[in-house]
């Protein structure tokens, strides 16, 4: 039977190796692509922003049922989108974010953390890029010339910083050059600039050769030191690298739109009302404020006609939003007012729309943990706060599949408009990520929201364009609409908020009251215990990696008792093992009688056998904790095992030691798709390997062909296990190896203190319980089947007795 069992396990393991491989190498072809409900399309690889990129010439439509003679003639307004920056990447600035927006859309299209520490260096940057930054330049290809145009440069960046050749010019690129060589080799387009910076290292120095429109003669030099990558928390989909996935869609974060205009309302399952979807990608009007030459604040307006806007509205109206900043802090100060220009009341509302593109760093092998006792957490979730739900998360796996199986009412609600108004009090909502987290608070001093009439999730992708087995990296966001107001003439519907864009530090997110944005589900007084000696350590010690040895080692050692208890019962499980075989074996047709048999053994020789699963229960909590403190702890991430060098220099990520995603199988070497990951990582491989040994050494040698075959399914599972440890985070690891590593010279030392054998007492002539010299007699009545004997007799009736020939019946067909 048990040779079937293997067999049968090694067959259905071949068969899905053998499907899968097939599946891979036959797929079918996608469907076509559909048109997106975006301001822009389906992600595919992009040379530069496709939200600036949009016809520069475009104008707001006139409405269909709007009279053009009854209206005002309008003000001349921009034509061309322009980005602006706030913030600044200097070290000496003093400032954390280094934000671009977008005045097509009036809202934000990047977002980069540029917070330093004390040795002067990035303390968050992209863990999944090891090449050199010159900076978000937002380049589009010269239509009718080879090059990258520049569309934007951000302070301080290595752009800014650039030094020319020509000192008349003064330092850094500018709005509209073209660029047309870096390190002496030409190039046509924005996207051959961005494969060169990809083969360039931090630190390193290139020349780039720049047409400046308003100078004449040779082109410029500028020589740029390249920098590390700042974390781009925000951005758009077609900018994300490699970890991006296909369906995802490019969008502004944060934009503005009208949610009721008279007696017209935003439909449900819709970004905008019916003929007014161009205001979400209409040209603001802006106004940047500065201060110690760093622009910190800038404000949008857009006025809209009457004409512009249709019969619904009985005169102009006018959105205006503002954005700051300020240095050393992670918070975004952002106001929202429509205001009615009109000469009669209207009714008003405006919908406010969160933020997307979360950075999606290390989705594919990252471990986040849900609050939700039913379905896993994505890459990217809603979290929000309520009186009356608390805080709750609302996977991207879920909102993705009511995409897919509601498309006409895509959005679950996070409040309605029918509900009571307590239960409308908003104290936050967030785009959760692994380490970050990007919230919708109220202002300072003020606790919840309660202007907001209705709130939902929603995902910002084509739900059938997401690749199996990629839904994880699904782009998510929600939105608020405000209440509806009879706004009078010249008054004006507004709203103060802030934007929290940053990491999960539990300081920072405690006095924002977002602390249960870091989730370490079961076991988080012991996982956060666990952490604060992990932090203690490295405070000593200034490396993370040899912190986690030394406490994974604290741990075990405070254990060793149990564990020392726990192979004392192993031996003397093994000692008497022959016995209670030859007792199982004597009563195999008899599960009573061989149970009390078993323990009337066990109580004569002084063995109890739940003695071992109490010390691996009290253990439990503290693996787990140290597991999740070791999985969620921010500390680790981009922090290296020995230095700063390619090999395991991020302990929240696999140690990456050769990439292999070029040449290998995407059904192995897939971000999300593959067994394995596009990194072959030799850190799993040791854990494999010493599991392997601790079986070889310590698992006692089989006494029969079942306890053989047991043994060998134990190690095929072990080397099974190699598929799913494959992609653990290096810091992970460390733990198991260190922990395989005292498991193993503990069993050798407790091996060699262990009490030498006990005999085992013989049984007494006469003894009660109906033991006699070591048989057992079963107490059962007299007559009465076993369970045992009773399933055998349904499975395999006995046949009936043959009846003597003077109790058999004459067949009716004979006489």
Known sequence: MERRLLVWFISSSLFLAIYILLNSLFAPPPAPQPVADGPAGVVEPAEADPVAEQDDDARPPIAADADPADAPEEQPRPDRPSLITLGSMD??????????????????????????????????????????????????????????????????????????????????????????????????????????????????????????????????????????HPLDLIRLSSTGGADEVLGNLDRLSCRVTLSQLGDRNLPTGTTSIEGLEWIGEAIYDHEVKAAESVDQEVVFSLPLSQRQLGSAATGPVKITRSFAITPGSYLIDMDVQVENEGEQPQRLAYRLEGPNGITLEGWWYSTKISPNMLGGAAARDVVYNTVRDRHRLLSGYDLLKRAKNQPRDPDPTIFGEDEAEQNRSLRYAAVDAQYFVVALLPPEGTEYFTDFRRSAATVVA??????????????????????????????????????????????????????????????????RFLGWILHWINWGIGNYGLAIILLTCLVRFCLFPISRNAAVNAQRMQELAPELKKIAEKYKDDMEARLKAQREFQKRVGFNPLAGCLPALLQLPIFIGLYRCLSVDLELRQEPFFSNQAWASNLAGPDMLYYWGDWLWDYLAGRGTGWLGPYFNILPVFVVALFLVQQKLFMPPPTDEQTAMTQKIMTIMTLMMAIFFFRVPAGLCIYFITSSLWGIAERLIVKRTLPPPKPIAAFPAGDAGGVVDGKVTSTRTAGKKSLTERIREQVKPEPPKALPPNKRKRPTNKR
């Open 91 to 228: 070290p000496q600035s003093g400032f954390f974010l280094l934000a671009t927006l977008n005045s097509r859309g009036g809202a934000i299209e990047r977002l980069e953390l540029t917070e330093r520490n004390a040795e002067g260096k990035l303390r968050y940057r992209r863990v999944d890029t090891t090449s050199g930054y010159l900076g978000y330049l937002a380049g589009k290809t010269s239509p009718d010339r080879d090059g990258c145009i520049v569309g934007v440069v951000g302070p301080g960046t290595p752009a800014a910083l650039a030094v020319p050749d020509e000192t008349s010019q003064g330092p850094g690129l500018r709005v509209g050059d073209r660029i047309i060589a870096i390190g002496g080799r030409a190039i046509t387009s924005s996207r051959e600039l961005n494969e060169r910076l990809a083969q360039s290292r931090p630190g390193q120095s290139v020349s780039l050769e720049v047409v400046r429109p308003d100078r004449e003669g040779p082109p410029l030099i500028l020589t740029a030191v390249l920098s590390e």
């Open 462 to 527: 084509d739900p059938r364009e997401i690749p199996i087995h990629q839904e994880r990296a699904v782009n998510v966001s929600f939105f608020v609409d405000s209440l509806v107001s009879e706004v009078q003439p010249g008054g004006s519907i507004r709203e103060s908020l802030r934007l929290f864009a940053g990491p999960k530090d539990p300081d920072m997110l405690a006095s924002l009251g977002l602390s249960d944005a870091i989730e370490y589900g079961w076991f988080g007084r012991v996982s």
